[in-house]
């Protein structure tokens, strides 16, 4: 069973260069959410997704976009990288609001 | 602005002790979700609580909401050294989802 898969695991990025983290779930499920995490700290949700063609944003959405073409795809862009965007990022889905969320295993981002 | 405050925020047991973890939260919420983390690892998902007065308990953790209080706890039993992680709550609003800043819990024998 795959889950969620996220891609890349780790990736370091020059200050103002682009990129887009993949993130990937088998689960049909509805909603799909990005969070970062910095060191010692808790979850902050960018953006999120109830379903295909439909994204919201989150507490920190600055710096990102995403789209949601398939149920499956839910991927997360950074246009012109920032030293501010280093951090964690998960990807994670759940079949309602109201049940447990599935977490893949991160993207480890350094941008310098 | 919906906040979440966890107490504490470092615990250190030894085995076989019973604690209680706290999180709060400033504004009504839909439904309140615990988590654990592993060192340099992703998220699991321990429990979802969705109204005033609900309980639920795997293993050696449970885990209750009271939405008058704007309060939810984590109770751990005779705790284990496998329990060793950091446990987060977060809220959830329609509107708004936050993290507490997560508890590092250490089991020592």
């Known amino acids: 069973n795959a889950g969620v898969t996220q891609t890349p695991k780790f990736r370091i990025l020059k200050i103002g260069q682009s990129m887009t983290l993949q993130c990937t779930q088998d689960m049909n499920h509805n909603y799909m959410y990005w969070y970062r995490q910095d060191p010692g700290m808790g979850l902050k949700l960018i953006y999120y997704s109830v379903g295909a063609g439909i994204t919201d944003k989150g507490e920190v959405p600055n710096g990102y976009n995403v789209s949601r073409s398939t149920t499956e795809d839910f991927p997360l862009r950074l246009e012109l990288a920032a030293p501010s965007q280093t951090s964690v990022y998960f990807c994670?889905?759940?079949?309602?609001?109201?049940?447990?969320?599935?977490f893949g295993d991160g993207t480890r981002l350094s941008i310098l | 602005e919906l906040k979440v405050e966890q107490n504490p925020l470092f615990l250190s047991m030894q085995e076989g002790k019973n604690y209680t973890i706290y999180c709060n939260y400033s504004t009504t919420s839909d439904r309140l979700y615990w988590y654990r983390q592993d060192p340099g690892k992703s998220l699991e998902s321990l429990f979802v609580?969705?109204?005033?007065?609900a309980v639920k308990q795997e293993g050696r953790l449970m885990a209750s909401l009271d939405t008058k209080a704007r309060l939810s706890t984590l109770h751990i039993t005779a705790a284990v050294h496998d329990l060793s992680a950091t446990y987060f709550c977060?809220?959830?609003?329609?509107?708004?989802?936050?993290f507490g800043a997560g508890t590092r819990l250490t089991v020592k024998p």
């Open positions: 994670a889905s759940s079949q309602t609001r109201n049940q447990p969320q599935h």
């Open positions: 977060a809220v959830d609003r329609i509107d708004d989802m936050r």
């Open positions: 609580l969705l109204s005033n007065g």
